[in-house]
Each structure stands twice: as C-alpha cells, then as structure tokens.
C-alpha cells in the first residue's frame, strides 16, 4: 500500500515537473506564433515584446552545414538591421542581421557549442537570440508567412 502511494507522488511530482520544463517551452516556442521575415532571410517571433530571432529554411539550406555561430552579448543594443552576428558554413559565411531593435536579452548558447542545430530545426532548437523590443512598430516593415514565400518565389 505504501509503495503505490509513493509511486503515485512520484508520479504527479515528474508529470508537475515535466509540465512546468514544457510550459517554459512553450512561452518562447515559434512553432504556432506568426514569424516575420526580412529580406536577408532572418526571421523574429515575438512573445510579450521578446522577440526570438533565427534564420529561415531557405538561409540555412544556402549556407549548408553551419559550422561556426558567433552571437551577440547580452545587454547588447541593436538597431533594425544592425549586423549583430556572424554564420559559417562549409561553403559560405554571412553576417547575421537584426530584424528589429532593442536591448538582447538572450543567446543561444547551445546553438554556439552545436552550430548544426540550425540545419537541423531552424526555427526551433536552431534560434540565435533573443532581443526586447524597443519600437514594436518596426514589424509592420517585415514581410509576413505568405509575403516572405511569395518573395522567395520572385527571387
């Protein structure tokens, strides 16, 4: 009787736990909010003025494997197209552009030890940094979903 009451605590404990890892997850997840592009290919999705910026699908696949990610510091300020970054690849390097401005409150740190999750889940695992907006107006000059794959198709 003892160990099924344990095992039930146990249980609820790891689910609380697992739900809480999933929940932080999720405030910063891109999967389901809208991203805006620029024509440099980087992308931001914004969760309560923290926008989350990466490169798209087409910019990793024209870069190839990405062996070398350099990241801006924290506490850092940027403004709407400053470069703020640097990508290598076995093929290529670029510079990595800000979409918008504001104060980095984040980096990918993981992403600098592992530049290949960029190839692997670019919008996910594979986002660069961080930034607090300061002029969230500054959206309305990005390209949305449909735009950025029509602008794709142009180019």
């Known amino acids: 009787m003892v160990v099924c009451s344990v095992f039930r605590v146990t249980s609820r404990l790891a689910r609380s736990q697992l739900s809480a ?3 932080s997850r999720a405030l910063y997840s891109t999967e389901h909010k809208p991203r805006f592009y620029t024509k440099k290919h980087e992308w931001v999705s914004v969760n309560d003025n923290i926008g ?4 798209s699908t087409y910019a990793q696949e024209a870069l190839g494997e990405v062996v070398f990610v350099q990241l801006p510091e924290v506490g850092k300020e940027v403004a709407a197209g400053d470069e703020c970054g640097a990508l290598e690849s076995v093929k290529a390097a670029g510079e990595v552009y800000s979409p918008v401005s504001g104060t980095i409150t984040d980096k990918n740190s993981e992403v ?8 692997k ?3 996910e695992e594979g986002w660069l940094f961080r930034v607090k907006l300061s002029s969230p107006e500054e959206l309305k000059q990005l390209m949305d979903q449909a735009t950025y794959d029509k602008y794709l198709e142009e180019h």
């Open 52 to 55: 989350t910026v990466g490169i």
């Open 112 to 119: 600098e030890s592992k530049p290949a999750l960029i190839n």
């Open 121 to 123: 889940s670019c919008y």
């Open 21 to 23: 890892q999933c929940c």
